[in-house]
């Protein structure tokens, strides 16, 4: 075995890293996980090997980089690239090392080079070759600070070039400035929009600064949910009853702690003074916003909850959190009330939310109590990551994690389900079943679409997941839903179909987003 792959799993250990996911090969990523396995790092075989970075992404959902996904070059390379796209969307830091190919290799000599790093580049913020040595630290470094993201490491049998940095993040400015405060002094009535930025100040309670608080579903739990002062998920599509319309729409002015772009499906100005606070700039186009860097994010907070002095809006958000619950949890089986027994029977669990109308209502009604509690595709909207993301947390977390799912994001990587069953994962994983793809349905009939464009032909996806050895049930109606929740003790897997009216499924959002 190459002594120098040997030092790569030496240096992974030091650090930091405690789970591998991957498809090996025969060479260099063989000789990595045995060596791996051998230090004490736990290595997971994925099915796909889009699922291995995803993985990895979930255990890092807080910042910080514990696990890296592996994988062959060529086909096996780019099979990775949705998983490493969906942790540049997210913004969650990960480390992928593929095989590769010498630099100096001639071409006709082999069968399936590719220009990996030409194809990695523009979704990660550094990538590097590993040969007689490895510029590890830098790219573990490079992929926790600023604006996280993803990293990329070939193995060849080059001698390491160097760092080739990708999108590295620039905020151009060196010295703190801290006169945000003075400005929002001027201002009665306050509300405050949190990014996933303010994931990272675990010592900010922001649920006692009295007045509205507001989160991107990226930051979906930084704000205890349970409370009062909560104005829900801000999103940029504007309805009746989303907090843009019914909450921030009553303050005279907005302070943003990492309000991101990249967070919101649309950018929108609040069309009154708005500040963002954050790590970096840059990031803030299309909000009518003035920008503040700071260095010390956890000081910025505590400056703004400082001069944050007068109290309102208690009774508007409980208003507006009676009103949406109205709409939502009305007398027809829906998703809301699939959520709303969640809250009630499963409270400290994580919930692992794909994308689909469900995903509204999920953000919506589900009360998340602590960051951990809560992870989504908020901002890449990555449809059927949730089942990866979901085995990925349950391996590296200790609590219970639910996995909810629609028709259509649950075949990318149902098979992955196979390592819940392997591993006596406790994820309750939640089917909710319109028939179709229904985010689209609507707008398909409405322009006369065929129909099997976006409605499946029936799938038993539950005899799947059952032949690997998962438990399985059927709710079709909320008493069931109740009554499957009860009984799960929560130690082992089990997958959960709902199904739902496909005309009332499709029209539920329609006030919310």
Known sequence: MRPHIQQLANDLKARGIRYAFGVTGGGASLELITHLMSEGIEYIPVSHEAAAPIMAGATAVDGTLR???????GPGFINMMPGITLNHFEQRPSLSISEAYDLQQNISKVHKKIDQKAIVSPVTKAYDILGDHTGLQALVQCAQAGVPGPVHLDISNDRVTGLQKSNQDDD????????YTERIKTHKKIAIILGSVARSLTGVDWSSIGVPVCTTAAAKGVIDETGD????????????????STILSQADCIVAVGLRQSEVVKPMSFNKPTFIIDTVMGCHEGFGADEFLVHDLEQAARNIKEVVTESWGEEVCNQVRKTIEEELLGDVWLPGHVFETLNEGLSEATLVLDTGLFCTIGETIFKAAKPEYFIGSSQGRFMGVAIPTAIGHAIHAANKTICVIGDGGVMPYVSEIAIAVDQNLPIMFVM???GGYGAIGMGAEEIGAPKEIYEHKKRDVAGIVGAMGCKTSTAENLTDFQNIVGSWAGISPIFITCTFDKEQYRSMTKNIR
């Open 67 to 73: 696990a890296v996904a592996i994988s062959i070059k």
């Open 172 to 179: 151009g400015l060196d010295a703190e400035n801290k006169s």
């Open 229 to 244: 002062f909560v104005g829900g998920v801000i999103t940029g599509e504007v309805k009746d009853l989303s907090p843009e």
């Open 432 to 434: 909710m079943s319109d």
